[in-house]
């Protein structure tokens, strides 16, 4: 019934042309809320996929940066950081001690997604982190449009070892049926030319991009649908935290990608195997992900429900829910 409402508000919103504007309120111009951040938290809690994401990306790259003595991550939109803190704990307790670690993001000034606290409070966690932990580190946050990003913006030193890793993000960038600079397929080609040892990316398996409107309708309603259906055996449906993690972080999303059309439509799924045409296309080859962290993240998913589903294919794990993938990490190199 609630997702039944977002739908419904999503086609209200289409109607009157107000899908962006329901968006962005819903996304808020500031700083993520108390009540956002505590939705995210809920639901990294009781569901597996934010933990899947960065479990199965930070493995990949720890099993890249195995005998690297200096590393460096170029990670795209870094949010509060929390990515980082496992992978720092494992550099921390490698054989022979850490390497240093620098890692580099992007940032448009005044982003909707900016953390609590903006930059300077993420950078200040981590190097604490960092230097509770003995690890050697840095971070730097480059302030810049997407569109306007330039390789030469990111500082390669000579020696570093380069992880560039994008976290359920790619999928915000317009492709060639928006605009004619495609702005996807050149941030690929533009993380290529840095020639990073590991490229990590993670994605909701789901088609939203390019479908004719009843196609992405249903496909909407299929996936979420689907994740509701997960959040269902977790908590009780008069629970504040589940209305609290249903609004603040999946029926934004679910407006817009209903409500709106062009480049105000910001959420542009696509399933795997666009993706892997087009890491093909921009030059990069598959690199299998880590076996070990693989049959941590299956023993992970018994300590939640026996629907949820996980495979290995095509060098690219997917994890979901019953009949339905939901998310899908993969490596390339």
Excluded at 65 to 82: A, L, M, N, W, Y
Excluded at 222 to 239: G, H, K, Q
Excluded at 291 to 299: K, L, P, Q, R
Aim: glycine share 4%; hydrophobic share 40%.
């Amino acid at each position: 019934e609630r997702l039944a409402a977002y739908m419904l508000e999503g086609l209200v919103a289409r109607i009157q042309s107000s899908g962006l504007s329901i968006y962005n309120f819903l996304k808020c111009t500031e700083s993520p809320s108390p009540d956002i951040l505590s939705a995210m938290q809920k639901l990294y809690e009781i569901c597996p996929y934010i933990k899947f994401a960065y479990m199965a990306a930070n493995g990949a790259i720890a099993e890249a940066f195995r005998d690297e003595s200096k590393v460096h991550i170029f990670d795209f939109q870094i949010s509060q950081g929390t990515q980082w803190f496992s992978l720092l704990q494992g550099l921390a307790n490698r054989p022979g001690g850490p390497p240093s670690v620098r890692i580099t993001t992007v940032e448009e000034k005044g982003a909707q997604a900016s953390p609590v606290g903006g930059m300077e409070f993420v950078e200040e966690r981590l190097s604490k982190l960092a230097m509770s932990l003995n690890v050697p580190f840095e971070f730097k946050c480059i302030y810049s449009e997407l569109s306007k990003l330039q390789a030469d913006m990111i500082e390669l030193r000579e020696g570093e070892a380069l992880a560039v890793n994008f976290n359920l993000q790619l999928h915000h960038l317009p492709d060639e049926s928006v605009c004619v600079t495609n702005p996807r397929d050149r941030m690929l080609r533009m993380m290529k030319s840095l020639n990073p040892k590991v490229f990590t990316m993670v994605e909701q398996e789901a088609n939203t991009n390019t479908s004719p409107f009843f196609l992405r309708f249903m496909e909407a309603l299929n996936f979420y649908l689907t994740i509701f259906d997960s959040i269902d055996v977790a908590l009780p449906r008069e629970s504040k935290d589940r209305v609290n993690v249903e609004e603040q972080c999946l029926a934004r999303d679910i407006v817009n990608v209903i409500a709106c059309e062009g480049l105000e439509r910001m959420e542009r799924h696509e399933l795997m195997g666009k993706w892997r045409a087009r890491m093909m296309m921009a030059g990069f080859s598959p690199r299998p992900l880590s076996s070990h962290v693989n049959n941590i993240i299956a023993n992970l998913l018994e300590s939640y429900n026996s629907n949820y589903i996980l495979k290995e294919e095509g060098d690219a794990l997917y994890l979901g829910w019953m009949n339905r993938y939901l998310i899908v990490a993969s490596a390339w190199q």
